[in-house]
T-cell receptor, first 114, second 111 residues
């Protein structure tokens, strides 16, 4: 089954404790992206990757890091989480290398930072 | 700066009604306009999409109307059903950049 998986699905952590949210896709897509979803703001792009070892900032990159060492994986790293990073996070992938066209979303990771 | 403005924030209709969700954009370079549907606890999924060379696209009960001169597009759901209750996001992109999403509309279809 073609899918995007994220882990964990739910995470409660404390300010300053480094965490990683994993994302993996099995569709051989070049393009992968991370979004955060907040009420009234829709989905905002954090970082994206057009291929292995190619990453770039989206609209709200502050406080986040990413890496793309393998085509199928695109982890999101919060090195020192803060309460304003409490949000619902989605990973997505797309066949189109530029991110246009249909994007396939993972099930989401709900993060709470206290 | 929000490049895609979506309204209304929430919408309640009766079963069989025709909810309409509107979006307006600013960037005339946008050339792809999808709508995503999101159910509670799930990620968004592509519902229907249009390119600016056509004014309307229908897929089943879902229709996109596109007005290039006004820089607006809208989603119509014909004969709405309780199973259509979800959050709907419009979005836009150029061929070279990622999607810019609207703020979302929470639709509730009452039985």
């Amino acid at each position: 089954e073609a899918q995007v998986t994220q882990n964990p699905r739910y995470l409660i952590t404390v300010t300053g404790k480094k965490l990683t949210v994993t994302c993996s896709q099995n569709m051989n897509h070049e393009y992968m992206s991370w979004y955060r979803q907040d009420p009234g703001l829709g989905l905002r792009q954090i970082y994206y990757s057009m291929n292995v070892e190619v990453t770039d900032k989206g609209d709200v990159p502050e406080g986040y890091k990413v890496s793309r060492k393998e085509k199928r994986n695109f982890p999101l790293i919060l090195e020192s989480p803060s309460p304003n990073q409490t949000s619902l996070y989605f990973c997505a992938s797309s066949k189109a290398g530029t991110g246009g066209g249909e994007q396939y979303f993972g099930p989401g990771t709900r993060l709470t930072v206290t | 700066q929000q490049q895609v403005k979506q309204s209304p924030q929430s919408l309640i209709v009766q079963k069989g009604g025709i909810p309409i969700i509107n979006c307006a954009y600013e960037n005339t370079a946008f050339d792809y306009f999808p709508w995503y549907q999101q159910f509670p606890g799930k990620g968004p999924a592509l519902l229907i999409a249009i390119r600016p060379d056509v004014s309307e696209k229908k897929e089943g009960r879902f229709t996109i109307s596109f007005n290039k001169s006004a820089k607006q597009f809208s989603l119509h759901i014909m004969d709405s059903q309780p199973g259509d209750s979800a959050t709907y996001f419009c979005a836009a992109s150029t061929g070279r950049r990622a999607l810019t999403f609207g703020s979302g509309t929470r639709l509730q279809v009452q039985p």
